[in-house]
Structure formats: structure tokens, C-alpha cells
């Protein structure tokens, strides 16, 4: 007997309802077969670091009729600003370009775009060891001199301190999750056994500690200068986490 469309159409969608009911009650019981004699466990390090290295950055704008005009302009106040710095015992090579950029200026008059000349940005920085802070000063100084503005000032970590403490950080976490483990088989009456899989959260490793920012200030130098001379560098946190699966013996 030839069954109606309709008919075909319900028993389709039926034995479809049931086979995913099966896939699903397959999928439940293998989980809870792989995942019953696991134990998922985080750890956390939370270590405090104190920055070892001061950044300060410079920003020149110049402008010209031309882009070469506002570029050798440009040109002559960094020459002049590392002249400078070379007499406060610091090396041409110290200072380090961040960013460089020409454009064009325009006027928007009665809806037309006039070209009124070329900018020319450029951006440096320049590092220096919590034991030559006395030094800031006297940067500051010098690109005052040689008609520079000052972008910002930081408390950093060098590469290398920020890696080891990165790592001490990610180490004391994967302890942590482990004792966690440990103690929680024990009150199951149980034991650790392999490591099934590991995952790292980036955590809050660490970011510059802004000193000073010529946004928030107006770009005032004396209030750059104050900073240095008063502002110490302070302990920071850094954070890492560790998520890890162990099986139970």
C-alpha cells in the first residue's frame, strides 16, 4: 500500500527524531564514560614587579609650502635634539624613531578642498634605567631646546625582566592548579594521575605605567618636568592563569 505524501513526510521527521535522540544519549554516556575519572582544576600567580626602565617620547611637527620644506624643517630640529642629547652622555643610536609621517594640509572653503601645505610628524623615544631617572630632566630640557613637544613618559619593564617574570608568573599558576588537583583527588579518595591537557590565559601580564600623557596635561612641560622629579615608580601585579585536566587514579 503506497503511503500518502504527508504520511512519508511524518514518518521521515519521526525516525529522524529518533536517531538524533540516540546520537545524543551515545554522545552523554561517552562523555560521561571519558570524563568521570577527570578532575579540571585552575591555577592563578599573582606576583607584584617593580618597572626597571623609563621611556620618554618626543613629537616634532613641523610644517612648509612643501613636503620637502616641512621635512628638512623637521630634519633640523631632531638633528639639533640629538645633539643634544649626545651632550647628556647618551649615544645618537639611544634615540629610536616610533613613528614618520608627511601629509598634506587642506582648507575647506565653499565646499572646495584648497591644499595650504604639508605636515611633517615625527616621533622618538628614547630609554633610560630607573638609576639615571635624574637624567629626565634634563631630556625634557632638551627637546625643549631644540622645539620638540614631549608625547609621554613611562615606567616600563625591559624585554628581558618582563619575559622572567612573565614565566615565574605562568610557572606559580600551573603549582597552583596542581596543589589544587592534589588536595581535591585526596578528599575523593583518590590520587593524580596523568595530565590530560593544559590551557593559558594570557592573564594581565603587564602594560607601560603611564607617568605622564601630553594629552591629559595640555602638553605642558612643566608639569613633565614635576612628574620626573616627584612621581617613583611602584609595585605592579601581574596575573596569569592555568586551566588543566588531570585523570584520577
Known amino acids: ?3 500518502k ?11 529522524g527524531l529518533i536517531l538524533l535522540t540516540l546520537i545524543t544519549i551515545f554522545t552523554i554516556k561517552s562523555f560521561i564514560s571519558s570524563s568521570k575519572d577527570s578532575l579540571q582544576v585552575n591555577g592563578q600567580s599573582t ?4 618597572p626597571d626602565l623609563i621611556t620618554l617620547s618626543y613629537n616634532v611637527e613641523t610644517k612648509g609650502n612643501t613636503s620637502k620644506e616641512a621635512e628638512d624643517s623637521n630634519t633640523k630640529i631632531v638633528n639639533d635634539l640629538i645633539y643634544q642629547v649626545v651632550q647628556l652622555g ?3 643610536e639611544d634615540l629610536k624613531t616610533e613613528n614618520f609621517n608627511i601629509y598634506p594640509e587642506y582648507n575647506w572653503q565653499s565646499g572646495e578642498q584648497e591644499l595650504i601645505g604639508y605636515k611633517a ?4 623615544k628614547i630609554e633610560l634605567t630607573i638609576d639615571e631617572m635624574s637624567k629626565a630632566g634634563e631630556l625634557i630640557d632638551a627637546g625643549t631646546n631644540a622645539g620638540t613637544g614631549i608625547s609621554y613618559i613611562n615606567f616600563e619593564l625591559s624585554p628581558e625582566l618582563e619575559q622572567e617574570y612573565k614565566s615565574k608568573s605562568i610557572k606559580l599558576a600551573a603549582q597552583d592548579a596542581k596543589i589544587k588537583a592534589e588536595a581535591m583527588a585526596e578528599g575523593f579518595d583518590k590520587k593524580v594521575g596523568k595530565l590530560v591537557s593544559v590551557s593559558l590565559s594570557e592573564g594581565n601580564y603587564y602594560s607601560p605605567w603611564r607617568m605622564y600623557d601630553s594629552m591629559e596635561s595640555g602638553g605642558s612641560v612643566a608639569i613633565a618636568k614635576e612628574a620626573v622629579a616627584n612621581v617613583q615608580p611602584s609595585e605592579k ?6 586551566s588543566a585536566v588531570y585523570k584520577l587514579k
Open 90 to 92: 647618551f649615544d645618537k
Open 47 to 50: 606576583i607584584k614587579v617593580i
Open 5 to 15: 505524501p504527508s504520511v512519508q513526510i511524518t514518518l521521515i521527521i519521526v525516525a
Open 1 to 3: 500500500m503506497k503511503l
Open 121 to 124: 610628524v615625527h616621533s622618538l
Open 237 to 242: 601585579e601581574i596575573t596569569a592563569y592555568v
